[in-house]
């Protein structure tokens, strides 16, 4: 498959006072069309600062990108000027945003918002705009879609303004969509089916899809490959499968251990609850060495002894950890 995005040893400072601090530390990773690539981690790990960084949203004072590149084919997105950089986001890169009612204008009727991207981006007329705007918000199920378009945000609920954020982003039948917890205000059906249409809105367009979020079984309902970040960093990158049956960094068995499962026919005890102890470090309080070793019951010494290295594994997967090759994860998930 063709590569759409590629993340290149990207590192984003924000500033907290007078200091310019790590909040993403060279980061690497690259999409391709047709598939769903999960990036994942607790919140504070660096997810959306990275996709803020591709979309060129980080706010300019407070936020840089200190040195990296971000392709998009072949033009690096972080060298392009301002006014280039907006005509391919929305385009050729689109979004949907957490919080869909927060991320509607209430002012607007959802008809404008909509036609408002297709006539910047497709120059089409007014009356063309509206007819586009009703046929993609057909396509994503909001029922009586033409008349909708008059109504006001307020007027659907949060199922339905993530179909129309969704539709948002379709309109340009983009390249590649980033998806930042597109499932968090809502309830477990409507979650179901928001996953569903983003999945099969994504085969249809032949788009590649990176979905945000710190759910590992929304992970195991869409997605291809997972990258999993932690205090800035990827920790463990693999295919869907590999990192389900035998993940090979002790941060990612832990958010797999902390998922919540269906009691299996031969159980008689009900399943315990798995956490993570402590919380995601700051930034500027980082660890020595492995930035997970005060949370992870697998830590020694050794383990803080220098920076640690994300390392190629002899089965493909990407991880980073001094531990790797001794550590059985699925034997200790099999246990929990």
């Known amino acids: 498959m063709t590569e759409v995005l590629r993340v290149d040893r990207l590192h984003v400072d924000a500033r907290v006072g007078q200091k310019w601090l790590p909040v993403v530390t060279d980061v690497s990773f690259a999409?391709?069309?047709g598939e769903i690539m999960g990036l994942v981690g607790e919140s504070g790990s660096g997810k959306t600062v990275t996709c803020l960084s591709v979309l060129g949203l980080l706010?300019?004072?407070?936020?840089?990108?200190?040195?990296?590149?971000?392709?998009?084919h072949d033009r690096d997105l972080t060298a392009i000027s301002r006014r280039d950089l907006e005509d391919t986001r929305g385009r050729s890169i689109a979004m949907i945003p957490q919080e869909p009612s927060a991320s509607l204008n209430p002012a607007f009727t959802v008809g404008d918002q909509m036609t408002e991207i297709l006539r910047r981006h497709e120059k089409l007329g007014r009356a063309e705009a509206r007819r586009r705007a009703a046929g993609l918000l057909d396509e994503v199920g909001i029922p009586a879609a033409a008349s909708r378009l008059d109504d006001y945000p307020h007027h659907f609920s949060g199922g339905m303004c993530?179909?129309?954020?969704i539709a948002?982003?379709?309109a340009c039948n983009p390249e590649i969509i980033i998806a930042d917890e597109p499932t968090t205000a809502l309830d477990v059906t409507v979650q179901a089916q928001i996953l569903r249409l983003i999945r099969e809105k994504a085969a249809q367009h032949n788009a590649a899809v990176l979905l945000v979020t710190h759910d590992m079984g929304v992970v195991a309902e869409v997605c291809d490959r997972?990258?999993?970040?932690?205090a800035g960093q990827i920790v463990e990158s693999a295919d869907i499968i590999p990192i389900?049956?035998?993940?090979?960094?002790?941060y990612t068995e832990r958010l797999l251990a902390a998922t919540p499962?269906?009691?299996q026919p031969d159980e008689t005890d009900l399943p315990g609850f798995a956490y993570i102890p402590g919380s995601m470090p700051r930034p500027g309080t980082y660890a020595t060495g492995c930035r997970f070793g005060p949370r992870c019951a697998f830590h020694e010494e050794r383990c803080d002894a220098a920076e640690v290295p994300l390392r190629t594994l002899p089965e493909g997967n990407l991880a980073r950890c001094v531990r790797t090759d001794e550590l059985d994860l699925a034997e200790t998930r099999s246990r929990a």
């Open 168 to 170: 948002m982003a379709l």
């Open 261 to 263: 499962r269906m009691m």
């Open 31 to 33: 999409v391709r069309a």
């Open 59 to 72: 706010p300019r004072t407070d936020v840089r990108v200190r040195t990296g590149a971000i392709w998009f």
């Open 226 to 230: 997972v990258v999993v970040m932690y």
């Open 162 to 165: 993530q179909r129309v954020l």
């Open 244 to 250: 389900f049956h035998r993940p090979r960094h002790p």
